[in-house]
């Protein structure tokens, strides 16, 4: 099912003309959602733009703008923004393409990134969202699938006014955004290493539970997934730290260091996380084999035992006639005998082996 519906994905930009708007993502049952913050260093304006068209009276103010677009499948709209704000066709293109890997793109008067924004669901189950960013002069766009975010911190910064975001330029606002969803990828790099610490405890104890596999293989791919998200966001920073783009000013490109610091942290953790899984698969195989080792050895020991019984009974259960023992009186009571002796006499030499 899920191969399927990658190829109908792909399948959507077969033929069609370069910069044409087609929604590849899933979440096609929100409303479409804008909301501006347009602020300088002494006020703020938070307003939700009920017609699109008025996004463009932000456009040449002095203040800064900040416009948050919640959702994608809404094309037209996208469009129009795009119209407003002289975005190139490839650009709206890939705001819509959700299976679009994360970049940057620089024009002459804005830049373009993307991102992913990374989360778990009530299910604990990880969801990897799409966000595009554009920054202008004074102004940043953001695009996103729905609504629900992790720039809950950044717009109370700018309600009340705390810290030095609502004295700097746009590129600033950039920054702050693009860090918040770096900081959620701690918290989705913590709660994978829970998950590996949890399963580590549990396989040191010799336990391994039916389905124990299938969570590590689980966490295999959420590793992978996650690591297909941020790895390329490294390209994305080393580029605005090191370019000369006019919108980034100087005084800001230390702030996207401390980014690419973090981001090295998160990489760094994940290759760890990477082999602790292919640790965690050796493990399981071990305990498999350690129990499987036991059963045999159990059974070993079982047959082991009933050999010099079974060649007792063997010896008296054939049918010759000149068997002496066979006439004694007490002969089936002196066999009994025997086999028990040797049967609890074989159990105290595993026991005093540690077989047992």
Known sequence: MAKRKRSEIHKKHIGQIPGT????????????????FDYTKDNIEETVLLNIEDAVNYKETDSVTWINVDGLKY??????????????????????????????????????????MLYYDEDENIVIEQVSFVLGKNYV???????????????????????????????????????????????????????????????????????????????????LKVRRAIFPLREILNRIEKGDHSLIYKNTITYYRDIYDHLIQVSENLDIYREMIWSLMDMY?????????????????????????????????????NIPELHYKYSY????????????????????????
């Open 141 to 223: 766009l953001t695009f996103q699938e729905s609504e629900g975010d992790v720039f809950g911190p950044i717009r109370d910064r700018l309600r009340f006014n705390n810290g030095r975001i609502r004295g700097m330029k746009s590129d600033y606002l950039l920054y702050a955004l693009i860090d918040a969803v770096v900081d959620n990828y701690f918290s989705i790099i913590e709660t994978l290493g829970n998950k590996i610490e949890d399963l580590e405890t549990e396989l040191f104890a010799g336990i391994a539970r039916e389905n124990i596999n299938v969570e590590i293989q689980q966490l295999k791919r959420e590793i």
């Open 285 to 321: 195989m071990t305990t498999i084999s350690n129990k499987m080792n036991e059963v045999m050895k159990v059974l070993t020991i079982i047959a082991t035992i009933f050999i010099p019984l079974t060649f007792i009974a063997g010896i008296y259960g054939m049918n010759f006639d």
């Open 75 to 116: 094309t037209q709209e996208i469009e129009n923004i795009g119209k407003q704000y002289n975005l190139h066709p490839l650009v709206l293109e890939d705001i819509v393409n959700t299976t679009q890997r994360p970049k940057i793109d620089e024009y002459d008067d804005y830049m373009f990134v993307v991102l992913k």
């Open 333 to 356: 009571y002196i066999l009994w005998g025997v086999m028990i002796f040797l049967f609890l006499g074989m159990l105290l030499y595993f026991k005093r082996k540690k077989w047992l």
């Open 21 to 36: 708007l087609v929604y590849t993502g899933r979440k096609s049952d929100k409303d479409f959602h804008v909301e501006c």
